[in-house]
T-cell receptor, first 115, second 116 residues
């Protein structure tokens, strides 16, 4: 009964590979997010989708492509992985409709290591 | 534009002592403010949030925070620290409208250590 889940939890891969991270929420929220936590532990937003529509798209290399098949899922696909992509990626969700403050609830994170 | 500054990347207290974690923000629109806690290898858990209904906000695990507009601060406190409070605490701000709406900006986090 996890609210926001991510798979995989750990991902170790070689430079140049393509990988995907999946996120699912069972909170009935309409908005989902991807954040990157770098080595300095800063969390920075990458993307946000509301009802499957992209609403926030920060300055992120176009090797990163989010996909939202439905309101409960937001996946992150990364092409041609680079060493600098090593980080912890967090998914989050909120309800723009029910909560005017859009309190965000976070998944456990996916630890990506690019070798 | 919005930003968050957390004074002190590490805070160490004795068990039973007062916990004070500082957060200052800047926002061009009325802010929504949040404190999250992150335990090792886990995601962020919401501690409390400022709703604009009350300046003193109570959260889980005995934590509370006070919104002071004149000081642009939202410091987190707990009267008596427990060993289980050892974690990283992250302050965040989002904007009540405009381009900041729904976009959380985080501070760099403060690692709290509790000594027996």
């Amino acid at each position: 009964d996890t609210a926001v889940s991510q798979t995989p939890k750990y991902l170790v891969t070689q430079m140049g590979n393509d990988k995907s991270i999946k996120c699912e929420q069972n909170l009935g929220h309409d908005t989902m997010y991807w954040y990157k936590q770098d080595s300095k532990k800063f969390l920075k937003i990458m993307f946000s989708y509301n009802n499957k529509e992209l609403i926030i798209n920060e300055t992120v290399p176009n090797r990163f492509s989010p996909k939202s098949p439905d309101k409960a899922h937001l996946n992150l696909h990364i092409n041609s992985l680079e060493l600098g992509d090593s980080a912890v990626y967090f998914c989050a969700s909120s309800s723009r409709l029910a909560d005017y403050q859009e309190t965000q609830y976070f998944g456990p994170g996916t630890r990506l290591l690019v070798l | 534009a919005q930003s968050v500054t957390q004074l002190g990347s590490h805070v160490s207290v004795s068990e039973g002592a007062l916990v004070l974690l500082r957060c200052n923000y800047s926002s061009s629109v009325p802010p929504y403010l949040f404190w999250y806690v992150q335990y090792p290898n886990q995601g962020l858990q919401l501690l409390l949030k400022y709703t604009s209904a009350a300046t003193l906000v109570k959260g889980i695990n005995g934590f509370e925070a006070e919104f002071k507009k004149s000081e642009t601060s939202f410091h987190l406190t707990k009267p008596s620290a427990h060993m289980s409070d050892a974690a990283e605490y992250v302050c965040a701000v989002s904007g009540a409208g405009g381009t900041s709406y729904g976009k959380l900006t985080f501070g760099q986090g403060t690692i709290l250590t509790v000594h027996p």
